[in-house]
């Protein structure tokens, strides 16, 4: 109802030929953002943060705007050149898929997939024995980059570091020591087995889908039998601290 009140007033004021008595008691933006919602509705945008704010200032008039409005009002949007979207679509791809190694190292590090699987001295591929929290157990196959090594060999990570924090895009982090790093780790159902820390970017013969995130996985084996080593398995991690 409201919004047909608000399309009947607008044209009503148009036609009255009387839209600066109405500027003057409100903001000039706001009246010509609702009469070019109503009189274009054809018009598309993409730009979502400034949609945002001005669905905001209709807010402000409207007190209370159903999802229909909201929608209907898109149109009124400031066009964003095409070369800025162009931009941000690239930026966005070129960002994707880089595995970051910040801090405490002499070489700060934004690896792509391809540059990862070219240190083909240090990749490592096994089956993982997995335990969680519930009892849950599983055997997957991963291949990776071993990251002490990346770290040691690559990144020249610095004697004074102490603490290893892999951190994913979702804000899930685990921290370790630099001996955890270092150490080889367990299979408690094949106990002849070890294990180093990787990054992993392929699981069980697949890659991961980037569409889904950063397509590197931490893995960790067990540290004795009975460790519930699941958790510790961070997907889609965006950036290696080093401190
Ligand atoms: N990025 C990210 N990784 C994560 C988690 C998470 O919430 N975010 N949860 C962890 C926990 S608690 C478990 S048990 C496993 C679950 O892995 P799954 O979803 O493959 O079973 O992922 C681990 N890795
Ligand atoms: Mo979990």
Same mark, same amino acid.
């Given at each position: 109802?409201?919004? @047909?009140? +608000?399309?009947?007033?607008?044209?009503?004021?148009?036609?009255?030929?009387?839209? !600066?008595?109405?500027?003057?008691?409100?903001?000039?933006?706001?009246?010509?953002?609702?009469?070019?919602?109503?009189?274009?509705?054809?018009?598309? *945008? &993409?730009?979502?943060?400034?949609?945002?704010?001005?669905?905001? #200032?209709?807010?402000? @008039?409207?007190?209370?705007?159903?999802?229909?409005? =909201?929608?209907?009002?898109?149109? +009124?949007?400031?066009?964003?050149?095409?070369?800025?979207?162009?931009?941000?679509?690239?930026?966005?791809?070129? &960002?994707?898929?880089?595995?970051?190694?910040?801090?405490?190292?002499?070489?700060? =590090?934004?690896?792509?997939?391809?540059?990862?699987?070219?240190? !083909?001295?240090? +990749?490592?591929?096994?089956?993982?024995?997995?335990?969680?929290?519930?009892?849950? *157990?599983?055997? *997957?196959?991963?291949?990776?980059?071993?990251?002490?090594?990346?770290?040691?060999?690559?990144?020249?990570?610095?004697?004074?570091?102490?603490?290893?924090?892999?951190?994913?895009?979702?804000?899930?982090?685990?921290?370790?020591?630099?001996?955890?790093?270092?150490?080889?780790?367990?299979?408690?159902?094949?106990?002849?087995?070890?294990?180093?820390?990787?990054?992993?970017?392929?699981?069980?013969?697949?890659?991961?889908? &980037?569409?889904?995130?950063?397509?590197?996985?931490?893995?960790?084996?067990?540290?004795?039998?009975?460790?519930? #080593?699941?958790?510790?398995?961070?997907?889609?991690?965006?950036? +290696? =601290?080093?401190?």
């Amino acid at each position: 109802m409201k919004r @047909i009140l +608000i399309i009947l007033m607008a044209l009503l004021l148009l036609l009255a030929g009387c839209s !600066t008595s109405v500027n003057e008691n409100s903001d000039i933006d706001n009246n010509e953002k609702i009469e070019s919602a109503t009189l274009k509705p054809d018009e598309k *945008t &993409t730009e979502g943060e400034i949609e945002s704010e001005e669905d905001n #200032n209709i807010e402000q @008039i409207t007190e209370e705007p159903t999802t229909e409005e =909201l929608i209907t009002e898109e149109p +009124i949007t400031e066009e964003p050149s095409s070369v800025e979207q162009t931009n941000n679509i690239d930026d966005e791809k070129n &960002t994707k898929n880089l595995l970051k190694i910040e801090g405490l190292v002499e070489n700060e =590090l934004s690896l792509s997939l391809d540059e990862l699987k070219a240190m !083909t001295d240090i +990749i490592f591929e096994a089956d993982f024995y997995s335990l969680n929290s519930f009892g849950t *157990t599983g055997y *997957t196959y991963f291949k990776g980059i071993k990251l002490w090594n990346l770290l040691d060999e690559v990144a020249l990570i610095k004697p004074d570091a102490t603490k290893i924090s892999i951190i994913a895009e979702d804000g899930y982090k685990m921290e370790f020591t630099i001996e955890q790093v270092q150490n080889e780790y367990i299979d408690e159902t094949n106990p002849e087995n070890k294990y180093p820390m990787i990054i992993a970017w392929e699981e069980d013969g697949e890659e991961y889908n &980037t569409d889904e995130g950063a397509p590197y996985k931490l893995v960790v084996g067990q540290k004795e039998a009975g460790d519930v #080593n699941k958790p510790q398995w961070v997907s889609n991690i965006d950036v +290696i =601290l080093i401190e």
